[in-house]
């Protein structure tokens, strides 16, 4: 599946939900709320995730025992960055290419010798 297959079925499922506010809503300046919603929320996943490894980290689990659940989390906080994708209309393509090329030359001094 493409990431742009995967940005129409994250809009054909938000559609298909209401609550205080239409899931996919187009973020503009009429409707910060559910920016700030969309952030507070990923925040949350966050938090989650690293909760479970926090459990890793001082011996509770192995990260083999927490792989299905971190994944989850995971999918979680990139659910909600495609929903911010097409929220607020960014151009995927042109946006990631800009800042990758700007990264090229952030980090030139860490270039390995293999490429």
Known sequence: MTIEEIII???EFDSNYK????????????H????????LS???EFGEATNIVKK???GDKTLEEVKDDLSEE???IFIYVIKLIYQLDIDLDKVY?????????RFKE??????
């Open 42 to 44: 990923m925040v949350g």
């Open 110 to 115: 860490y270039e390995s010798d293999k490429i």
């Open 19 to 30: 609550g205080k506010f239409n899931w996919n809503q187009i973020i503009d300046n009429e």
């Open 32 to 39: 910060l709320e559910i920016l700030e919603f969309l952030l």
């Open 97 to 105: 290419s800009a800042k990758m090329e700007k990264n090229k030359i």
């Open 9 to 11: 079925q994250q809009q």
């Open 56 to 58: 890793v980290i001082r």
């Open 74 to 76: 995971i999918i979680d």
